[in-house]
């Protein structure tokens, strides 16, 4: 949860300073239902994430160095920089991708289930996906698919109370999320998503199931995102009383503080931890920022199609257009 933290507050601090392109959607606040989640699953399981990935990918195991990269659009980056912070996937650590189409997850993860199911693996699926998420129809058409087939899948909401500046509230009737289960005859369970091992409990719950060839279950997390729907927000839509009122059940805080108590972790050793991983992502944001950028000869590698279009013609309207003063200058 410490690494996340500091990689996100880092990255959303670079961000600001204008040194990372495109948008980055911080997970800070959210932490306990990634790591909670992570942490019950065997390492060859698969995971899908969301728009709100760089917390997943960090409880999946990913390399900071490789995500920073790809981040910042390096040819080093986990997609040599052609994804960015809304698409960092790793396929060798079994993470299947973040994704920026909101309940594009699900299917993929009904269909990283199917797979196994049908190669008669022991592993499962878990796809994470946002409150926001829950209205989409390809959701429901995943959830459906993985019910009526039994697959071994779990499907992990994270209700952190808003769909960009929506609450909850404006976007659903249903009192709890998870009570849409029913619909599917599969269990619907509502956690405290603040609280990590509520989390871990309810996941290793869930993928007893699934392996048992029970089906699918889908769980509630309830959570708060510390920061806005993206770095620029606004937050309109909310108050600061509110915000500091859910700051008071940091996962961070609330977890170590529990340890320190159980005499399972002293202040020494946390503040040791906090002080690795601050230089753990500086060394990461140095890496990503001396890595190489990709070149334009690259733009059509890693691509279904291998049609190469006229790539001289490419390069040429590209110095063309070059102004110099941009990153990557003339090519
Ligand atoms: C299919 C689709 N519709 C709309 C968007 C624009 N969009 C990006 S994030 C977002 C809100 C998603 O809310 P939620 O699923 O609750 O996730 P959160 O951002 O709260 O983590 C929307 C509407 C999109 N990326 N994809």
């Not at 849409?180 to 369970?189: K, M, S, V």
Request: charged residues 30%; proline residues 3%.
């Amino acid at each position: 949860m410490l690494t996340i933290r500091e990689f996100d507050t880092r990255a959303g601090e670079r961000f600001a300073d204008g040194e990372i392109p495109g948008f980055v959607h911080l997970y800070v606040g959210e932490e306990a239902v990634g790591v909670g989640a992570c942490a019950a699953l065997e390492e060859d399981d698969y995971i899908t994430s969301t728009h709100r990935g760089h917390g997943h990918c960090i409880a999946k195991g990913l390399d900071p160095k490789l995500m920073m990269s790809e981040i910042y659009g390096k040819r080093d980056g986990y997609c040599n920089g052609k994804g960015g912070s809304m698409h960092i996937a790793d396929v060798d650590s079994e993470m299947l991708g973040a994704n920026g189409i909101v309940g594009a997850g699900p299917p993929l993860g009904t269909g990283a289930a199917l797979s196994i199911s049908q190669k008669g693996e022991d592993r499962i699926a878990l796809s994470f996906l946002g409150d926001g998420a829950v209205a989409q129809g390809q959701v429901h058409e995943a959830v459906n698919l993985a019910s009526t087939w039994d697959l071994p899948v779990v499907f992990l909401i994270e209700n952190n109370q808003y769909g960009e500046g929506t609450a909850v509230s404006d976007q659903h009737n249903a009192k709890n999320l998870s009570d849409t289960a029913a619909a599917y005859d599969i269990p619907g369970i509502n956690v405290d998503g603040m609280d990590i091992t509520a989390v871990n409990e309810a996941v290793t719950e869930a993928r007893k199931r699934a392996r048992n060839g029970e089906g699918p279950t889908l769980i509630e997390a309830e959570t708060y995102r510390f920061h806005g729907h993206f770095e620029g927000d606004q937050e309109l839509y909310r108050d600061e009383e509110e915000v500091e009122d859910w700051r008071k059940r940091d996962p961070i805080d609330t977890f170590s503080e529990r340890l320190i108590e159980r005499d399972e972790l002293s202040e020494e050793e946390l503040g040791e931890m906090r002080e690795d991983i601050e230089m753990e992502i500086e060394d990461a944001i140095e890496y990503a920022k001396n890595a190489d950028d990709p070149t334009p000869d690259e733009a059509y590698e890693d691509m279904f199609s291998q049609r190469v279009p006229d790539i001289d013609l490419f390069v040429e309207q590209a110095n063309a257009r070059a102004d110099g003063g941009t990153r990557g200058g003339e090519f």
